[in-house]
């Protein structure tokens, strides 16, 4: 069974002539793998919800069901919190680009993309404010200013700290899919 937030582990053969070596091109996929920080944030949180649990068995067993419903849905909702930062990202398919937040989710159509580029901004660290100098890829959107840019990705985000390859590759996939089903 294939997980859906590790479809960039496919061996990519340079000799295919394909740019984007996916069988399924309407189906939603990340297009790098979540980076180490994103992971190992998501395990924390993972293993705070493991004793939570433990935690509401053992009310269960001593104290009031009411009380141990309540330590349960707390540790679900830890589960969630770690699951959806681990789906927080950039994700494409042949519909369009769909970025992935913790609280919200925008999906752009290719149609209305005019250019998907990498630039050197400032970029926000790990998302604190804290602002360094780094590379980020950029949405240009067709209906809207040259001037208004969001950033897709960032050499310095969750996914990307210390990996600058792997943000290489992961933008030049990005920017692939959008030469491949945008405008231009």
Request: glycine share 8%.
């Amino acid at each position: 069974m294939p997980l859906p937030f590790l479809t960039a582990d496919r061996a990519f053969d340079a000799a295919d002539d394909v740019a984007l070596p996916f069988e399924d091109r309407d189906r939603w996929r990340r297009p790098y793998r979540p980076g180490p920080w994103r992971v190992g944030v998501a395990a924390i949180w993972l293993l705070l919800a493991s004793y939570v649990l433990f935690a509401a068995v053992v009310i269960a067993l001593t104290g009031t069901p009411s009380d141990a419903g309540v330590i349960f849905g707390v540790a679900l909702a830890i589960i969630v919190v770690s699951l959806r930062l681990l789906r927080m990202g950039v994700w494409v398919s042949a519909r369009g680009l769909r970025q992935v937040g913790f609280l919200r989710t925008r999906t752009v159509a290719w149609d209305r993309v005019a250019a998907v580029r990498t630039v050197q901004q400032p970029v926000r660290w790990l998302g604190l404010p804290r602002a360094v100098q780094g590379q980020a890829l950029s949405l240009v959107h067709a209906d809207r200013a040259a001037g208004d840019m969001a950033p897709l990705l960032t050499t310095h985000n969750a996914d990307f700290l210390g990996r600058a390859t792997a943000f290489d590759r992961a933008a030049d996939s990005v920017e692939a899919w959008a030469a491949e089903y945008g405008r231009g």
